[in-house]
């Protein structure tokens, strides 16, 4: 089932779109924190946004350049602010398509199945598998971490140590299961290994901006705090 997103603060309108979508056999989600919809959004991933441009804290314009700062899922701005101005600004910030107010929702509708088909039916370009924890996502079809708008490649075991970490978070993760991870076993593995391992990431990380993100549970693992 596709898993639609709304980012529109005015609840009549966002009623009426749910209804419709609900009807089609969508799974449908309204962003409830305006301030953080960035993480609304990693926590639902969905395979498509709908985004209002006017909204509280911070515009549409904003979200939409965080979203594609993660994540190329599709996104339609719908507003009253139809001015050609807006529509260009839209799609320069990462939009794919712009639907003036009011609008017709069988139009509306019929965007959205265009879009979902040409996304994820023709294209093995399909939604990212977004991981967030305070600020840090992890992007487990490219084995990245965006923080703060900038963008961290990983090698093979650093992304399987944090991938662990993130599934795992503000939880303590053993020492044998990080090996288990890494190595898919718990048998001839040297513990040194895995300590060079999570401190060159830890300094990775502290460069990156992500200070004093892994914490080390002396003699029980390591957590994500």
């Known amino acids: 089932m596709y ?3 709304i980012v529109e603060d005015d609840k009549s309108i966002a009623d009426i779109i749910t209804k419709n979508l609900v009807l089609w056999g969508y799974s449908v989600e309204n962003v409830k924190d305006f301030n953080n919809v960035l993480k609304e959004f990693s926590l639902f991933l ?3 946004v709908l985004m209002d441009i006017s909204l509280p804290f911070f515009n549409g314009y904003h979200w939409c350049e965080k979203i594609r700062e993660i994540s190329k ?3 339609i701005f719908i507003s ?3 001015e050609n101005i807006n529509m260009v600004m839209a799609m320069n910030m990462g939009a794919d398509d712009f639907i003036a107010k009011p609008f017709d929702k069988n139009v509306l509708t019929a965007k959205i199945n265009a879009l979902l088909r040409r996304t994820y039916d023709f294209s093995a ?3 990212m598998n977004i991981l967030e924890h305070k600020g840090a996502f992890l992007n487990t079809d490219e084995n990245s971490v965006t923080f703060n708008g900038k963008k ?3 090698s093979k075991n650093e992304y399987r140590i944090l991938l662990c970490l ?3 978070k503000e939880k303590v993760v053993s020492r044998e299961k990080l090996m288990e991870k890494l190595w898919q076993t718990d048998q001839f593995v040297d513990e040194n290994t895995l300590t060079v391992n999570v401190n060159r ?3 990775k990380l502290d460069e990156f901006g992500l200070k004093d993100f892994i914490e080390t549970r002396f003699g029980v693992g390591y957590m994500v705090k």
């Open 3 to 5: 898993k639609i997103l």
């Open 46 to 48: 969905p395979h498509i």
């Open 73 to 75: 899922v599709p996104i």
């Open 80 to 82: 009253s602010a139809a």
């Open 125 to 127: 370009a399909g939604n």
């Open 152 to 154: 961290l490649l990983l």
């Open 166 to 168: 993130f599934e795992n």
């Open 201 to 203: 990431l830890r300094k």
